[in-house]
């Protein structure tokens, strides 16, 4: 293989971290430590190749996933103009998951259809 070794860099209140984003296991370890960071310290940012996250505490605004439709107590990951759970937003950066497609479709467990 040998191509260029992959960085992440990860923004937090008081500092910055870069780390290595090539194999699953790195990214599980960064997601991991974002997780970490935004919630000792409310808030972090993580730029991972052409993705910029922003992740913060969810607090009293309750948000909904626009992809899975779960609700962000926790933490919300936004990417742009979606918001995501931690699930969804490692998908993502995985490129499993389409990205700006979520808009404002409601969570699945609203749409009821009447038959
Ligand atoms: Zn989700």
């Not at 780390?19 to 940012?45: K, N, Q, W």
Request: net charge positive; charged share 25%.
């Amino acid at each position: 293989m040998g191509g260029t070794k992959r960085t992440a860099r990860i923004d937090f209140p008081g500092g910055k971290l870069l780390m290595p984003a090539d194999t699953p296991y790195d990214r599980e370890i960064l997601f991991e430590y974002v997780r970490h960071s935004a919630r000792s310290r409310g808030c972090a940012a993580l730029a991972l190749e052409d993705q910029n996250w922003s992740v913060k505490r969810g607090g009293a605004a309750v948000g909904h996933c626009e992809s899975c439709g779960a609700r962000c107590s926790g933490l919300i990951y936004e990417l742009g103009i979606d918001q995501l759970c931690a699930r969804c937003a490692r998908l993502v950066s995985a490129g499993r998951l389409k990205r700006g497609i979520f808009g404002s479709r409601r969570p699945p467990h609203s749409k009821k259809i009447a038959v």
